[in-house]
């Protein structure tokens, strides 16, 4: 198995060691490399879904209304973590600003595992496996992209889906009856001959037909143009697409700066993370 498939043994076997939650739609697992003190990922069941892309997959209000009681189990989890470590005081109020203020959720721009996964991590950031500057700047700059900004695209959404439908409903009360409304016609997608005919294959044999007499009669010369174009959007298409992707790539290249105070250390790794280090246990000491 590759091992950008190695998701899906969990997805198949709920009962795995890494396993902390599943429910009908979804698996959470512990992150076998984890980035920070507490860190898991949220694996979608369905696989109608598990291979969208996540900015794609993610959406669609529907999936989000099925993962979304696995990501709170796993931010009260991280909560519950650090109460058994003594970091946080073991009350209503401060587990739920901890879930609010120091908990991730996301996912990755160019994910690196096949599987749609959703991380929910700790934003402390310095364990072991942190290694380097692009495992930091994956999550900490715009190739991390907050599960948040996914909520306000689909209410933006439904929004103007909503102003839609009452603008439709509002033109169709006042317009008049529909059936006095003459046809449209509609244009044939199918290459028309100098002499006015379509000619194109159905079922595999050979059809001709006669188009309506008003039809203007069209040459090929002037079919060339159209395949030019096409290609040149093709190819504008992709060019675009490449350089989107380069500017997300770009993202983990980015000068190394702490996601708390901001302060900035260039491409000294390894000084980033004594410094992470160091906020973290400045900010959370063992409580009596």
Same mark, same amino acid.
């Given at each position: #198995?590759?091992?950008?498939?190695?998701?899906?043994?969990?997805?198949?076997?709920?009962?795995?060691?890494?396993?902390?939650?599943?429910?009908?739609?979804?698996?959470?697992?512990?992150?076998?490399?984890?980035?920070?003190?507490?860190?898991?990922?949220?694996?979608?069941?369905?696989?109608? *879904?598990?291979?969208?892309? !996540?900015?794609?997959?993610?959406?669609?209000?529907?999936?989000?209304?099925?993962? /979304?009681?696995?990501?709170?189990?796993?931010?009260? %989890?991280?909560?519950?973590?650090?109460?058994?470590?003594?970091?946080? !005081?073991? /009350?209503?109020?401060?587990?739920?600003?901890?879930?609010?203020?120091?908990?991730?959720?996301?996912?990755?721009?160019?994910?690196?595992?096949?599987?749609?996964?959703?991380? *929910?991590?700790? &934003?402390?950031?310095?364990?072991?496996? #942190?290694?380097? &500057?692009?495992?930091?700047?994956?999550?900490?700059?715009?190739?991390?992209?907050?599960?948040?900004?996914?909520?306000?695209?689909?209410?933006?959404?439904?929004?103007?889906?909503?102003?839609?439908?009452?603008?439709?409903?509002?033109? /169709?009360?006042?317009?008049?009856?529909?059936?006095?409304? !003459?046809?449209?016609?509609?244009?044939?997608? %199918?290459?028309?001959?100098?002499?006015?005919?379509?000619?194109?294959?159905?079922?595999?044999?050979?059809?001709?037909?006669? *188009?309506?007499?008003?039809?203007?009669?069209?040459?090929?010369?002037?079919?060339? !143009?159209?395949?030019?174009?096409? &290609?040149? *959007?093709?190819?504008?298409?992709?060019?675009?697409?490449?350089?989107?992707?380069?500017?997300?790539?770009?993202?983990?290249?980015?000068?190394?700066?702490?996601?708390?105070?901001?302060?900035?250390?260039?491409? &000294?790794?390894?000084? %980033?993370?004594?410094?992470?280090?160091?906020?973290?246990?400045?900010?959370?000491?063992?409580?009596?």
């Amino acid at each position: #198995m590759s091992f950008r498939n190695n998701l899906q043994q969990y997805i198949d076997n709920p009962g795995h060691e890494l396993v902390v939650y599943s429910d009908e739609h979804t698996v959470v697992i512990e992150d076998k490399y984890p980035k920070s003190v507490c860190h898991y990922l949220v694996l979608p069941k369905d696989d109608a *879904v598990t291979y969208i892309h !996540p900015c794609i997959a993610l959406k669609d209000k529907f999936l989000r209304e099925k993962i /979304t009681p696995a990501i709170e189990f796993a931010k009260k %989890l991280a909560a519950e973590e650090f109460v058994k470590r003594n970091l946080i !005081p073991d /009350t209503p109020n401060l587990r739920a600003s901890f879930c609010n203020t120091y908990v991730k959720v996301g996912v990755h721009s160019v994910p690196s595992m096949a599987n749609l996964h959703i991380h *929910v991590l700790t &934003r402390d950031m310095h364990l072991p496996c #942190m290694k380097n &500057r692009k495992h930091y700047n994956s999550f900490n700059t715009d190739f991390f992209v907050e599960l948040s900004k996914f909520d306000e695209e689909i209410e933006t959404s439904s929004d103007e889906s909503s102003d839609s439908s009452s603008s439709i409903s509002s033109e /169709t009360a006042n317009s008049p009856d529909i059936k006095s409304s !003459p046809p449209r016609k509609i244009q044939s997608q %199918l290459p028309i001959s100098a002499d006015g005919r379509i000619s194109g294959s159905i079922d595999g044999n050979s059809r001709i037909i006669r *188009v309506h007499s008003d039809a203007a009669p069209r040459t090929p010369a002037k079919l060339k !143009p159209n395949v030019v174009t096409m &290609r040149t *959007v093709s190819h504008h298409s992709k060019t675009t697409k490449n350089t989107a992707v380069q500017q997300i790539s770009d993202q983990l290249k980015k000068p190394l700066q702490c996601w708390h105070c901001t302060k900035t250390f260039g491409g &000294r790794f390894v000084q %980033l993370k004594e410094h992470l280090r160091g906020e973290f246990h400045g900010r959370f000491h063992a409580v009596d």
